[in-house]
């Protein structure tokens, strides 16, 4: 749904080619600092660090950034990409209340019982400082 949106902003932009192709960089890290942020959330190990962090930090900031679009997306002229938009955020939604249930739930019991609340904290504070100036949308 995102590469049809993106196609019909790209021949706006781009128009009368047979196949529009963005600049360079369109998709993909908005910056350096962005991409060492996706390093450093790529370095995480373990299953509750993992999970904490895509719960706790991903997904919030991926929740920050829709909202920032829905803002700025005139509902006249974006009807399209504020329906995905829409879809998007009841996915993610359900992905937030799903992973946070897991992670409680492997937060209590097995391995991770002694000593996983720490590990997650521990690794979203890490993700969350690598990320502290990478703005994700509009107004962010």
């Given at each position: 749904m995102w590469a049809e949106r993106l196609a019909g902003r790209?021949?706006?932009?781009?128009?009368?080619?047979?196949?529009?192709?963005?600049?360079?960089?369109?998709?993909?890290?908005?910056?350096?600092?962005a991409e060492e942020a996706l390093a450093v959330i790529g370095r995480?190990?373990?299953?509750?660090?993992?999970?904490?962090?895509y719960t706790?930090?991903?997904?919030?900031?991926?929740?920050?950034?829709y909202a920032g679009w829905r803002r700025v997306c005139n509902?006249?002229?974006d009807r399209p990409v504020l329906r995905?938009?829409?879809?998007?955020?009841?996915d993610l939604l359900s992905d937030w209340e799903d992973g946070s249930r897991l992670l409680l739930d492997l937060m209590r019991s097995g391995p991770y019982a002694d000593g996983?609340?720490?590990?997650?904290?521990?690794?979203?504070?890490?993700v969350d400082a690598?990320?502290?100036?990478?703005?994700?949308?509009?107004?962010?």
């Open positions: 790209l021949v706006q932009a781009y128009p009368g080619t047979a196949q529009p192709q963005g600049p360079d960089g369109l998709v993909g890290p908005a910056s350096e600092r995480v190990g373990g299953d509750v660090e993992r999970l904490a962090v706790r930090v991903v997904l919030g900031r991926c929740a920050a950034a509902p006249a002229t995905v938009l829409g879809l998007v955020q009841g996983g609340a720490e590990a997650a904290a521990a690794a979203t504070a890490g690598a990320m502290a100036e990478e703005a994700l949308a509009p107004g962010a």
